[in-house]
Every structure is written in C-alpha cells, then in structure tokens.
C-alpha cells in the first residue's frame, strides 16, 4: 500500500460521528503516580495486566476509534498471546502510539518547556508500524503564567509539532498534533483563551511551513477554561462558546477532526463540556482523546486487583459511552 492510502486509511478508521479516541499512552512516571494513587505498585506485569484489561472491555469498539498506546504496550500481549495493538484492532480500534520523549525546559524562555524526541524519530516510526501503530501523538505543553507562553516558546514549541507531524506522514503515520496549555494557575478563562489562540495560530502556520496534510493529521487541543486556581470557574456554556471561537479562528477547516485532551477536569466536567461543544455548528468533528477523565473511574474500580476486573471495564465502558452520546450532543446529566 502507498503512504498516501495508508494515512487515508487510517483516517477514515478512526474518523466517525459517535466515536472517540482513549489515551492509554501514560509513560512510567505518569503511570507510576496514576497507580500509586490506587496503591498498586506499577510493574511491567501490572501495566500489562491493567491495558489489556482496559482494551478488552467488550463493546469498547462501539464508542472508541482509537487508542493511543506507550511504547511498552505495543510489544505486550494479553494471557492468551494476542499482541495488544492487535486485540485493540479486533474490536475496531485503530492503534497509535505516543512518540515524544517527554519534555524539560526551553533554554532561552524561562518557564517555557519543550518536547524531546525527534532525533531517531523516522527510525522508530518505523519499528512502532511493523508493530501495528497507524497514528501517533507528540505533545508539546504550554504553562500560563503572566509572561509564559513567550514568543520564542510558542514559535519553539510549533516548530516541534511541525517537524514531528511531516515525519509521520512522509512515513505513513497519522500525526495527532498535541498542543497542551496547561490549566494550572490562577488565571482566567479569558487569559486561557488568548494564550490558546496564540498557540494554535503558531501551530497551523508551522504546520504550513512544513507542509504538513490536514487533510491527514487530528488536532488535539486543550479547551478553553478558567485557570484550575481562579476563584472565578466559567460555566460549560462559557467553556463552549469560547474553545468554538478560538478554534473558529484558527483551525482550518480540512483538518477533519478535533479531539480534546481532558487535562485535569473530572470525567463529568470534561462529558459535559464536549456535549456543549456538540450542540453548535462546527466544520470539524468535535470528540475525545481523554486520558485520565476515560480511565479515571476505571483505574479507582480495578485498584490494583484481578478480581475487580469487571467491575473496571464497566467503568470504562459508561465513561465511553457518555461521550459518545456528548460526542453527539445527547448527554444529559441525569444519566450519570
Ligand atoms: P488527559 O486527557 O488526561 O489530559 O490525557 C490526554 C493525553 O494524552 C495527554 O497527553
């Protein structure tokens, strides 16, 4: 197959109105808190059992398009010796894989930060495709403070993103374009919102420069919200009104999905912001990449156990469903 059928492949797999994408990709810090906050001990055999637990929830396919793996995942099988990207692909979930390599800060743009990762990056995408990875996701973080993101970190940070998604495609892989302003802080939705269009416009014009599809790539920004520490929290409506407006402004519209990191908001805040996103009009399909507002419930029910099994995957799966039906602007609350 060309490059170009598999990247058009890929996109028509993972691209549809009711589905959206779970973030799976936590790396061994991350993960290692994750579980300490259930007080499991975090083990290769724990990751594995915890992931494939997770991809073989029965119905996931239904509500789930895509699953962004870590690279760890991606050599791992299930106790039966199904390879879990493959397992994901049985129940109609296309695997990706997150390939930065985590981030430190910026030299020259105190309290900036960047992403590490594509030196060797053309050699490791294509091990991760022999390996069943169709996508992949890099994440460049942006911290609001009074002066960060500065103008070197914001045109840094999209020079990455850029580099990174013409990679992929030259490679046959869907590039996920992360651009993360963080919501820690005290500031409010409106410093949010200016710090975002700033990001995403910096973004799209490196993505130019480089030539990058967009036809072919997925946009996973954060929402418009008010600070984590501002006393003044804005309301969905307010939330959906301005992510509408940046990204009216600053996203074209061939890319052909957005799909949103969660970012630290609870799994509910998170479904109902996307249900609000879905009530308007938009040129792009508006859906999920959540990490920790997917898997939230779900790690809480395993805590560690093989005998919550069950009770794990049930979790997840009402989480997948609600966005779906938010996904499509049909959740209501009461169906918590
Ligand atoms: P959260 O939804 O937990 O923010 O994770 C998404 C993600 O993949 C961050 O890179």
């Not at 594509?118 to 996701?137: P, S």
């Not at 500031?187 to 990001?199: P, Y």
């Not at 003044?232 to 890319?255: F, M, S, W, Y």
């Not at 996307?274 to 508006?286: D, E, I, R, T």
Request: hydrophobic share 40%; charged share 20%.
């Amino acid at each position: 197959m060309s490059i170009q059928t598999d990247l058009q492949n890929c996109i028509e797999d993972m691209i549809d109105d009711s589905r959206g994408i779970l973030a799976a990709d936590e790396s061994s810090p991350t993960i290692a808190k994750r579980f300490a906050s259930i007080g499991a001990e975090s083990t290769e055999e724990m990751r594995r059992q915890y992931r494939s637990l997770l991809l073989s929830t029965d119905g996931l396919g239904e509500y789930i398009c895509g699953v962004i793996l870590f690279e760890e995942t991606l050599a791992q099988s299930t106790n039966n010796g199904q390879s879990l990207p493959q397992l994901a692909w049985s129940n109609r979930i296309v695997p990706g894989i997150k390939v930065d390599k985590g981030l430190g800060d910026l030299p020259g743009a105190p309290g900036d930060k960047i992403t590490f990762g594509l030196d060797g990056l053309a050699e490791r995408l294509v091990g991760y495709k022999e390996q069943g990875a169709r996508f992949a996701k890099w994440r460049e973080l942006y911290p609001i403070t009074s002066h960060n993101p500065t103008p070197l970190g914001l045109s840094a940070n999209a020079e990455m993103l850029a580099r990174y998604a013409a990679q992929c495609q030259a490679l046959g892989v869907v590039p996920i374009v992360e651009p993360e302003v963080l919501m820690d802080g005290e500031h409010d939705i409106n410093r949010c919102h200016v710090v975002t269009e700033k990001v995403l416009r910096s973004v799209f014009e490196a993505l130019a420069r480089h030539r990058v599809q967009l036809e072919l790539m997925i946009l996973k920004p954060n929402m418009v919200l008010s600070g984590k520490s501002c006393p003044q929290q804005a309301g969905t409506d307010e939330v959906a009104e301005r992510t509408l407006q940046v990204l009216k402004r600053t996203v074209p519209a061939a890319v052909p999905s957005i799909n949103f990191l969660s970012g630290g908001m609870t799994p509910e805040q998170a479904t109902e912001n996307l249900n609000s996103l879905n009530q308007g009009q938009a040129p792009w399909q508006l859906s999920t990449s959540y990490g920790r507002a997917l898997q939230e419930p779900a790690l809480k029910a395993w805590g560690g156990s093989s005998n919550n099994g069950a009770a794990c995957q049930a979790a997840l799966l009402k989480r997948a469903r609600l966005n779906s039906l938010a996904r499509q602007g049909k959740y209501d609350s009461s169906m918590e």
